[in-house]
C-alpha cells in the first residue's frame, strides 16, 4: 500500500522552530516531486513549499520564503520541512503530496491537482 506519513508538528511558541518529516511507505520517492501544502480552518489548502524529485529545485510560498527550506533524502525515501521564525499565521494542517513525475525531473508545483498521493496531515500550532 502506498502511503505518505507526516509527522514533526505540534505546539511552538511564536519565533520558535519546527522540522516536519513526510516518509513514503510502499514505495519510493525517486521519481516523485514532493509539495508541502498547509490548510487552516475555514481556508483553502495553500502550497507552502515543493521538491523537484532531483532535488535541483524548490520553490516556496512568498509568506514563507527565508523562514522554511525543503529538503530531500532519497535514500531514506523521507523529504523535511524545516519551519524557522513561526508566526501564528503559520498554525495550520500541514500535507505533504506525491507527484510522479515519471522520471528524475526538476518539476516542481504547488498546485494540489499534480499530486497523486497524500498524507494524513500533520497539526502545526503556533501560540503563546
Known amino acids: 500500500q502506498l502511503r505518505l506519513v507526516e509527522s514533526g508538528g505540534g505546539l511552538v511558541q511564536p519565533g520558535g522552530s519546527l522540522r516536519l518529516s513526510c516518509a513514503a511507505s510502499g514505495f519510493t520517492l525517486d521519481y516523485y516531486a514532493i509539495g508541502w501544502f498547509r490548510q487552516a480552518p475555514g481556508k483553502e489548502r495553500e502550497g507552502v513549499s515543493c521538491?523537484?524529485?532531483?532535488?535541483?529545485?524548490?520553490d516556496y510560498a512568498d509568506s514563507v520564503k527565508g523562514r522554511f527550506t525543503i529538503s530531500r533524502d532519497n535514500i531514506k525515501d523521507t523529504v523535511y520541512l524545516q519551519m524557522n521564525s513561526l508566526q501564528a499565521k503559520d498554525t495550520a494542517v500541514y500535507y505533504c503530496?506525491?507527484?510522479?513525475?515519471?522520471?528524475?525531473?526538476?518539476?516542481?508545483?504547488?498546485?494540489?491537482?499534480?499530486?497523486?498521493?497524500w498524507g494524513q496531515g500533520t497539526q502545526v500550532t503556533v501560540s503563546s
Open positions: 521538491v523537484s524529485s532531483s532535488g535541483g529545485r524548490t
Open positions: 503530496a506525491a507527484w510522479n513525475t515519471g522520471s528524475t525531473s526538476s518539476s516542481c508545483s504547488m498546485w494540489p491537482g499534480h499530486y497523486d498521493y
